[in-house]
């Protein structure tokens, strides 16, 4: 099993911003798997996705047909998987050319030769994410795998991280990634009154980019929002967002002067220290 920190090597940012809205559009078809075969959720969370340290890929849901399996995406070889419980390859599709119903099309007829009934397969999800040119029957291609790899070193490091601290907290969650914002998050529960207007929690993560910004980044964000004395938060290299929700962030650019393993991890990890312990005094 791979738990060690995977050395960011910081490519070209066209590349990443690229490689993220290749692969938000092309997690769709994962966590698809999950969302039309397993009972359905009101968080959504039967389409939740997570990290496979042994694959190295983003995995979905295990779902039981004649045999147990589920899907899963590489970011090193933009390719999809279907595995069995024993983590042995069922069938492969390489991303690379193909259009997003291609896949589909493979996905229903290798899942109607596990037993599924791939007729209840479907690609409909109930959020936005950007209008993709992938979701328009372009296809998927990518020119610059560098962006990719180094997406995919950002999913491991955080899970990474997140294991070791959610295996101090008491209320700790299981880390996943949401197909919807394609961010790998957990949450620390402080409160839970059962409302979640009213609990209070802290969300750890990492997005790739988004509206907000145009490159990946760790948050710590709170619920419910704290809007005075926040903390300076300079020194750890991060600062706070403010913009329709509020929290610590540090874009992935402020570690580019780091080049040494231990230096980026101790970099994130004080950012993460430093805000969650803030976030815990005020809460």
């Known amino acids: 099993m791979n738990k060690d920190w995977q050395l960011l090597t910081f490519p070209n940012q066209a590349d990443l911003s690229h490689a993220r809205a290749q692969y938000h559009q092309a997690i769709q078809n994962v966590a698809a798997v999950g969302r039309s075969f397993l009972p359905a959720n009101d968080e959504d969370e039967n389409a939740n996705l997570e990290w496979d340290f042994d694959l190295q890929r983003i995995v979905g849901r295990w779902v039981e047909a004649d045999i147990k399996f589920r899907s899963s995406i590489s970011m090193q070889k933009f390719e999809v998987y279907l595995v069995d419980e024993n983590l042995q390859t069922i069938s492969s599709i390489s991303m690379q050319d193909i259009r997003q119903t291609d896949v589909m099309v493979w996905l229903e007829h290798e899942l109607s030769k596990l037993g599924a009934e791939f007729s209840k397969l479907s690609l409909a999800y109930p959020y936005a994410i950007p209008e993709y040119p992938t979701a328009k029957k372009e296809a998927f291609h990518i020119e610059n795998m560098a962006g990719s790899i180094e997406l995919s070193k950002l999913y491991h490091n955080t899970a990474l991280l997140l294991h070791g601290i ?37 969300n750890m993560g990492m997005s790739p980019g988004d509206k ?47 080049n040494l393993i231990q230096d980026q991890r101790r970099a994130v990890m004080n950012f993460y220290s430093t805000a969650l312990k803030f976030l815990k005094e005020v809460l």
């Not at 969650?173 to 957990?186: E, L, N, Q, Y």
């Not at 990946?216 to 926040?230: A, D, E, M, V």
């Open 212 to 258: 907000y910004y145009d490159e990946p980044y760790f948050y710590c964000s709170p619920w419910p929002y704290p809007t005075k004395n926040l903390i300076d938060l300079s020194e750890v290299l991060g600062h706070w967002h403010q913009d329709e929700w509020v929290g610590a962030v540090l874009p992935v650019s402020q570690l580019s002067d780091l």
């Open 166 to 202: 959610m295996k101090k907290e008491e209320n700790g969650s299981a880390i996943k990634c949401w197909p919807h914002h394609f961010d790998i998050a957990a949450r620390i529960t402080l409160l839970d009154t059962g409302d979640p207007e009213t609990s209070r929690s802290i």
